[in-house]
Every structure is written in C-alpha cells, then in structure tokens.
C-alpha cells in the first residue's frame, strides 16, 4: 500500500482508508469480533489510517486497530463548534480510544469561510489542544466546495476532507469538475487532503470500475476513505488501490455480497425520493423517509433526488 504525507503535517498515512462507519451501529453494526477480522486485514494489507466520528460510535472498534498496530493514524470529527463542547468531545474519543492523542481532529461538514468562522472558538481550542500534543493536526471535512475554499483561507486548518467522486452525487453547491479545482487549490497552500465518499456512499456501485479509476487518479489527493464492511472488501479494495488485478472468486464475492438502501436519520422528510421511486419501495413515514427492502431494486434513483445525501447503499 502507497504511503504518502499528508500534506505538510508530518503525518504519513496509506492512499487507502478505513471509512469506519459502515461496520458501527449506524450502519452494519458489526460485532467487536467481526470489526475486528475486517480492521486486521486491512492492518495486514498495508493500511495505517482510520476515519471514523463522534457521531459514529464506534471508537471501541477503532481501539482494536490501535492494540494490534500502535503507530495507526485515526482521525476523527464532531459537529462542536464551543471549546466547551469540542473538549468533551475530544476528552471521550481519548478516553474510549485509550490513547493520549487523537492524530486528525475536524470540524464536522463545514460549509464556507462563515461556517468555520462560527466555529472560531472550537477552533481556538483545538489549537490549544495542538500545542498541548493531544492533538496532531486540525482541520474540516465538508461536502460542498465553498468549504473547501473557506478552509484555504486558514493557515490554523491543516486537514481538508472532502467529498468527491465519479458523478458529484452529494456535492452540494457545483459539480465534480469544480470540486477538483478547489482540491488542487487546498494542494497548493499544503493542506492535507483526503476524499470522501468515491462509491458515492454505495450509489455508484454500478460504475464501480469507472469510479475508481476516476478517484485513484486524483493525484492531489493524499488519502482516500472508503467504507468497508468485510474482509473480502478490504482485500478488493486494497488491489483497486494497487492497481493489482481482481481474481474473479473475489470480484464475484464482493458483487454478490447482500446490500440495502439505508437512510440516514437526518433525512428531512420532504419526499423527493418518494416521487422519484418507481418501485414503490419509497414512502413518509411520521415524517421520514423509509424503504421497503422487499420492493427496492436498489437502482439508486432516489439518492439523486436528495438534496441531503441521506440515502446510501450498504
């Protein structure tokens, strides 16, 4: 696995990796035994780096990472923006993690230069928290390239994590065409970068040849994460990364592993995807969106009808 700086913090972390909320209760909720076959091939194959976030729950299957491989990097992320709140959230990823420091921390889809300037105290902390050595490196993710812009513009943000993939599905204000150009902008300033999202959260699994040749070209990107929920798939994935060609039983496992149509709990209940089904797998439930599984043909219409990037297929 290709290692590569990130950026200009020091850090050197593998091209591939581990999207962890997939296998946390948000997701697949995978048992402490399952997660942890899944995260020890991926230690074996050569990945060091590890995404994961407050919201995601799942630091104790992370802390398996760390036990097996000390000098793993973990990254994590919360919505905090007071330095009351993004203490106490730092405090539980130390503390559930069993670790003094946190290698990546960032600020959860920020949107533009205003956003991170109403984080500003969080912010501030973080840095403090920097000096102290709790904390490696600081910084955003977002789905939107004015966010990507705005963190260019703070020399106090070393880390970018933003969405990009084949299509654009989930960038929410321009295409992936314009998303790249502001990457190359943050590459520049020598911010550390790593895409989000290169299957766009499963959707993409029907141009999944054309969608990794597409995000592995992306040279300015350091990292990139990508959600796994098997062992199949951490090895699969490793040999996409690796340009390493695909023995048919192992692309036939993947294929024909069982997938669903999640939707995320902040859908907003406005319908769209509802209107757009033509299955009738789709229907507003006390005022959310809910699927049929026995209906759905996972044809992934919907997510292009939701404006939030709430819908995925795990």
Known sequence: MKINPLGNTGIKVSRMCFGSLTIGPLQKN?????????????????????????????????????????????????????????????????????????????????????????????????????????????????????????????????????????????IEDGTAAEMVTAIHAAKKKGKGIYGMKPLGGGNLLSQKKASFDYILGLQDLDAIAI?????????????????????????????????????SDWCSGCGACVKRCNQDALALVEGKARVDQNKCVLCCYCSSACQDFCIKVI
């Open 30 to 170: 995978k048992t402490l035994s399952e997660s942890r076959e899944i995260i020890a091939c991926a230690l074996e194959q050569g990945v060091n780096f590890f995404d994961t976030a407050d919201l995601y729950n799942n630091y104790d299957h992370l802390k398996q990472a760390i036990q097996m491989q000390k000098d793993v990097v973990i990254a994590t992320k919360s919505y905090d923006y007071t330095a009351t709140g993004v203490i106490k959230s730092l405090n539980r990823a130390l503390t559930e993690l069993d670790r003094d420091y946190v290698d990546l921390y960032l600020l959860h889809e920020q949107e533009s230069q205003k956003t991170i300037e109403g984080h500003w105290e969080a912010i501030e902390e973080l840095i403090k928290q920097k000096k102290m050595g709790k904390v490696r490196a600081i910084g955003i993710s977002t789905h939107r390239i004015e966010g990507v812009y705005g963190a260019n513009l703070f020399s106090e943000l070393d880390i970018i994590h933003p969405l990009i993939n084949l299509t654009g599905i989930g």
């Open 227 to 263: 959600g796994v929920q098997s062992v199949d798939e951490v090895r699969y994935n490793v040999k996409k990364f690796n340009h390493e060609s695909i023995p048919e039983t192992l692309e036939s496992a993947v294929s024909s592993a069982p997938k669903t149509l999640h939707i």
